[in-house]
């Protein structure tokens, strides 16, 4: 069993930048696949990258790609999500999710834990 708790999210202007922290108890870290999902406001939840087992590959969605980075503290048990230019349309609850499994996983039914999310609301 993993417990995965996010936090870092906040209101933040366009332009700016936030990382968010997924950290994890109760298993090592460094043998799940990590990924970040985020779901806004009357849409459908949303693959936004994701780090494999072992951390060695990070896949991103098409938009976020060259803005937001996935990396990996495997001693702290943490995975971050370093968000920068933000937009607007970046508003959204962010939910970090692991599965004990190699390969990229991209969308939310392969992952097996969930944290609770973090609020990121992006003014323009």
């Known amino acids: 069993q993993v417990q995965l708790v996010e936090s870092g999210g906040g209101l933040v202007q366009a332009g700016g930048s936030l990382r968010l922290s997924c950290a994890a108890s109760?298993?090592?870290?460094?043998?799940?696949?990590v990924g970040w999902f985020r779901e806004a406001p009357g849409k459908e939840r949303e693959f936004v990258g994701t780090?494999?087992?072992?951390?060695?590959?990070?896949t991103y969605a098409d938009s976020v790609k060259g803005r937001f980075t996935i990396s990996r503290d495997n001693a702290k048990n943490t995975v971050y999500l370093q968000m920068n230019s933000l937009k607007p349309e970046d508003t959204a609850v962010y939910y970090c999710?692991?599965?004990?499994?190699?390969?990229?996983?991209?969308?939310?039914?392969?992952?097996?834990?969930w944290g609770q999310g973090t609020q990121v609301t992006v003014s323009s």
């Open positions: 109760g298993r090592t870290f460094s043998s799940y696949a």
């Open positions: 780090t494999s087992w072992g951390g060695r590959s990070t």
């Open positions: 999710a692991a599965a004990p499994q190699t390969g990229v996983l991209t969308t939310d039914r392969q992952y097996y834990y």
